[in-house]
């Protein structure tokens, strides 16, 4: 039946919602989930599986407005914490996030002290210049008097040549030019600063350094967390979103941006510079944050045989990506080994090579949501990446966060008591568990009897008890760890002690063959390494065979942004790695399978995968 002519069909409208905690407001279009209208509105909302309703972690509290929930039959009690994902508002509501996800970051995880000095062989060049001044004897282009100045120039940015005529003649023709290679990047007043930005962009966290180019000191650093990890914990979640294109993948495409923007402007603003001061820019990165962050399609990237669609280094101008540094700067990003072995890792091993280029049997192991790892054996270097997920990160556990204020970082279990370190001030109340503490509490329940060597929490003890009729262990108030949350981890480390034994299996060598093992990346730093090795994590090698490097890979692309000897040596060890795809050896899925229980030690036989 047709409608009246007086009939008025009404418009779904955006519903307010209210963060008290955080003193915002934002609107959720109808329809949406609370963890999607956060995404959009920039609210940090923890959420590992990106909002698929898989993970449980991302827990709010409506207290105000009302809501509906998916999959919720009528009449059934509404709990006081709830997963935003399966969450929409259908009023204006006011909402409070879980203490796991306000909790300020305490490790800014841009390793040591700012006070280090980089060897410079830099790519952008300064040449300060008297111009001789523009006459009717002399009517020769601005341009063409700047180029005739600079050996090897031929040419201007356009940016550059649309500042140079205001710039010489409110200098009285002297200017700094800023040279890459036989291109004028950029045009200053004489003295102006030449800084550059090297940024790690992990999966979890991007840190970001600040370099002068004409010291090679580092002036200023900082860790933020990857505005990606609203899209998930992992980088398969993440792909998974982009492979629709179109607006998903612009969307992570502009979330990195804008983390790379904020560190250039914050860490420009602690020195009092300039973001236009930065003419020289590199990124190290895995393979899916170097897709996403170009706008590169990552279909052929999400499914075997996992090709990338650029693998060597990349020099691009910074503003085609949106960067906002100087207009005319370019942006090197490190080039790929092989699959998900991106030039984060290629960093790392640039970081550490005083470590393993004799060639004695080393295997550099950079620990993170996607664990990279290359075996040094004689002139060879094979590399792998196994998916452990964010579970040894604090992801895809029930109470597991980022290693911030609140978090537990130290689980021991003697004599029937459980004792718990935790990052902040020590009245600081327990919150949720960061990844050290993952390790911790499996290996401590492991020794005392909690945990039975196939990963099943024992019928009773200290801590344990039930919630919603499944065993876990009870760390703090609202603070557990459950069975689910062991499985998580039994993966990650299953994943990751296959992927080692399989190339020192490759290499011929087996896993006491290793004279040094280095574990880099900002996680690996903060580990106990007995309890990685308690629960298998690690070959049980003696001790003084391990380091602990930290973030390698930023001590790498600091190198590469100072020298561009370091960005050809780079280059070199991308190419000479050999890439093994570990889902192709027939050997791994039986060996995943033996790895999920924790024993010692590997009984593989070494020979070529």
């Known amino acids: 039946m047709a409608a009246g002519k007086n009939s008025v069909t009404k418009e779904p409208t955006n519903n307010t ?16 989930t609370i963890y999607q209208a956060a995404r959009r509105g920039s609210v940090r909302i923890v959420g590992a599986c990106g909002g698929r309703g898989t993970c449980g972690s991302c827990m709010v509290h409506v207290s105000e407005g009302s809501f509906e929930r998916t999959g919720e039959a009528d009449g059934k009690r509404i709990k006081r914490w709830m997963r935003a994902c399966q969450v929409s508002a259908t009023s204006n509501c006011t909402v409070e996030i879980s203490a796991r996800s306000l909790a300020p970051v305490v490790r800014a995880e841009t390793d040591v002290a700012t006070d280090e000095q980089l060897p410079l062989a830099p790519v952008v060049v300064n040449h300060d ?32 040549l649309r500042a140079l005529p205001a710039v010489l003649r409110s200098q009285q023709w002297q200017v700094r030019a800023r040279v890459r290679h036989n291109e004028v990047i950029a045009v200053a007043a004489p003295g102006s600063r030449t800084l550059g930005l090297a940024i790690d962009l992990g999966t979890t966290n991007a840190a970001g350094f600040l370099i002068d180019l004409e010291s090679g000191r580092r002036l200023a650093s900082m860790g933020i967390e990857n505005p990606q990890a609203a899209w998930g914990g992992d980088v398969i979640s993440r792909i998974n979103h982009a492979m629709v294109g179109g607006e998903p993948a612009a969307e992570l495409q502009t979330a990195a941006v804008g983390a790379l923007n904020a560190l250039a402007h914050d860490l420009c603003l602690a020195v009092g510079a300039l973001t236009d001061d930065i003419v020289d820019v590199a990124i190290c990165g895995n393979t899916a944050m170097h897709h996403l962050l170009l706008g590169l ?67 550099v192991m950079d620990i993170g949501t996607n664990t990279e790892i290359t075996l040094i054996h004689g002139d060879r270097m094979y590399s792998a990446s196994c998916p452990s997920g964010p579970a040894l990160e604090g992801g895809h556990i029930a109470c597991g966060m ?32 960061c990844g050290s503490g993952v390790l911790d509490v499996m290996a401590a329940m492991l020794s005392s009897g909690l945990m039975s060597a196939r990963g099943r929490l024992a019928a009773g003890g200290v801590g344990i008890s039930e919630l919603k009729g499944k065993r876990i262990l009870n760390l703090a108030p609202d603070v557990w760890f459950s069975q689910v949350d ?79 000897h370091a960005r050809r040596r780079a280059d070199d060890i991308a190419r000479t790695c050999e890439y093994v795809e570990l889902s192709s050896v027939k050997a791994f899925q039986r060996r995943f399978v033996y790895h999920i229980d924790f024993h010692q030690p590997s009984t593989l036989t070494p020979g070529h995968v």
Request: hydrophobic content about 45%.
């Open 129 to 160: 210049l008297m111009l001789t001044a523009a006459s009717l004897a002399d009517v020769r282009a601005d341009s063409e008097r700047l180029l005739a100045a600079i050996p090897g120039a031929t040419h201007c940015d356009l940016h550059a």
């Open 486 to 564: 062991i499985r998580q981890v039994q993966l990650a480390k299953s994943a990751i002690r296959t992927g080692t034994e399989l190339l020192m299996q490759a290499a011929g060598l087996v896993e006491s063959d290793i004279q040094r093992f280095i574990i880099a990346g900002a996680f690996g730093a903060y580990i106990n390494l007995e309890s990685g090795i308690a629960i298998g994590l690690f070959p049980d090698l003696p001790r003084e065979r391990f380091t602990q490097v930290g973030n390698a890979a930023g001590v790498g692309v600091r190198c590469l942004l100072a020298s561009s």
């Open 17 to 32: 919602l209210s963060f008290p905690h955080l003193d915002r407001q934002i609107e959720a279009r109808p329809g949406e």
């Open 402 to 433: 980022r290693a911030a204020e609140g978090a537990i970082e130290k689980v021991t279990i003697v004599n029937d008591s459980i004792s718990l370190g935790i990052i902040g001030t020590r009245s600081q109340a327990a919150v949720g568990i």
């Open 297 to 363: 399609p990552v279909r052929q990237l999400g499914k075997a045989p996992f090709i990338a669609a650029q693998r060597e280094s990349v020099d691009i101008k910074a503003r085609d990506i949106g960067l906002k540094v100087c207009a005319g700067a370019y942006v090197h990003l490190v080039g790929n080994i092989g699959g998900f072995v991106g030039g984060d890792h290629v960093t790392a091993l640039l970081a550490t090579e005083d470590q393993w280029q004799d060639g004695v049997p080393t295997l």
